[in-house]
């Protein structure tokens, strides 16, 4: 297809102009010769942005020229997930790296592939100078605009839909796993309150879990602009997302031997759904936001909502990789569940020895300007319902924007004490 004709010539150009061997570019973006061979010659596309950013920036791409591989990324992920070829395509073949911490792979024409992709942004200053400091906390994080020092988000209860100036909703992100088998990762959705005022309903227990919710202890309100447009967001939510694309852990009631192999990165919503998993201890979310109008939307913050909090089950905790790491430590919002009101504080990250700054709100993004938000969720005490309201302005009003799985609340589970599985691949089997 043309779009990712586009995309391969452009890093082919950016790696002549660099002088790396495919060698050298491959383990600094932690894949394969071979798979970086596919991308460059058009065979395959990243499933993840993340590998791309690394490549633009090992050969050297100015800030112009990392938009101009973004955008032709961003179009040819579209095509890939649409499932529609712009033209005929050779029958495709899937290829995955088996190496520890190396990116996935998407094949060309697949059709709707379980990954969205982590897009590249350039830095800019924030555009307003806060009032207040957020203390720092030991995370990690995603690229996010450098600036003065973030505030600290306002905290309260989760609420059923987001409040705004809009009555709309933003369109879902929905995707496949690379298998085929339809997932749902998270989708991001706005909605208005007739009042005016964010409104708390029932709290709903998720399927699998071991009794019901409990609300969190307290909720919050406030008064917002007359409804005048709906939200001019886009948002695309990856609720499984694997430290270096390989670490993580699941807890599921089943035994070890009704336990199938971990699966990669790109399957494992289909995998985890399958199980009844539920994420050990930590989860990661990536939240790629995109405008839908002509011009510019202002993020403001980011509240974290907590829905219910029980007390963790006693299953099994399966670890998908026995090991494995990268140079890159992304900048993120970390959240500490256990927290009585949980903020979304800002993290700096690292690239090997180059600190990547803390995102700090406010932030622009337009639909020629996407914006990727990571957070990541710790909890070593309850087995937590949560979700995320990030607020937003523009021109034409302001709102709040829900980011949740598939319209349900997101959920993480401590596992203490819990029996630790990992799997063998010489036996073909989990073992303690």
């Not at 060309?108 to 942004?121: D, H, T």
């Not at 987001?162 to 749902?184: C, E, I, L, Q």
């Not at 907590?306 to 890159?328: E, H, I, K």
Request: charged residues 20%; contains cysteine; hydrophobic residues 40%.
């Amino acid at each position: 297809m043309r779009e990712a004709e586009d995309f391969a010539r452009l890093m082919r150009e950016l790696k002549e102009r660099g002088g790396l061997s495919y060698g050298a570019l491959a383990r600094r973006l932690h894949t394969s010769t071979s798979t970086l061979h596919r991308y460059c010659n058009g065979d395959a596309l990243p499933a993840e942005f993340a590998v791309v950013d690394r490549f633009a920036r090992a050969c050297g791409a100015s800030p112009g020229e990392a938009v101009d591989l973004h955008r032709a990324w961003l179009l040819a992920d579209a095509r890939r997930r649409a499932g529609v070829p712009a033209e005929p395509e050779p029958e495709p073949m899937a290829e995955s790296d088996s190496r520890s911490g190396s990116e996935p792979v998407v094949v060309v024409g697949e059709p709707a592939a379980a990954v969205v992709g982590r897009p590249w942004y350039r830095r800019r200053a924030a555009l307003v100078a806060t009032a207040g400091v957020a203390a720092g906390a030991v995370a990690v994080a995603l690229l996010a605009a450098a600036g003065p020092e973030p505030r600290a988000p306002r905290a309260g209860a989760w609420t059923g839909g987001g409040t705004g100036s809009g009555p709309g909703t933003a369109a879902p992100a929905a995707s496949a796993g690379a298998s085929g088998t339809a997932s749902a990762p998270g989708t991001a959705t706005a909605s208005a309150s007739a009042s005016g005022t964010a409104t708390a309903p029932e709290p709903s227990s998720p399927a699998g879990g071991p009794g019901p919710a409990t609300a969190a202890p307290s909720t919050s309100s406030r008064t917002v602009p007359p409804p005048s447009t709906a939200a001019p967001l886009k948002a695309a939510v990856r609720s499984h997302v694997w430290t270096a694309g390989c670490d993580h852990a699941y807890l599921s009631e089943r035994g070890p031997g009704s336990v199938p192999p971990p699966p990669v990165e790109a399957d494992a919503p289909a995998w985890a759904s399958k199980l009844r998993a539920v994420h050990a201890g930590t989860q990661i979310v990536e939240v790629t936001l995109h405008g839908t109008g002509p011009g510019a939307v202002v993020l403001e913050d980011l509240e974290v909502r907590v829905a219910g909090r029980r007390t963790p089950p006693a299953w099994n905790v399966y670890q998908m990789s026995q090991g494995c790491g990268g140079a890159l430590t992304p900048a993120v919002f970390a959240v500490n569940l256990d927290a009585p009101r949980p903020l979304a504080r800002p993290v700096a990250g690292n690239d090997a020895g180059s600190t990547l700054p803390a995102p700090a709100f406010p932030m622009r993004v337009s639909a020629a300007e996407p914006v990727v938000l990571r957070v990541e969720a710790v909890t070593t005490g309850c087995d937590c319902d949560w979700s995320l309201d990030l607020r937003w302005s523009g021109p034409s009003g302001s709102g709040t924007l829900r980011i949740d799985d598939g319209g349900r609340p997101l959920r993480t589970s401590a596992a203490p004490g819990r029996p630790v599985y990992g799997y063998a691949p010489e036996q073909g089997r989990w073992g303690r």
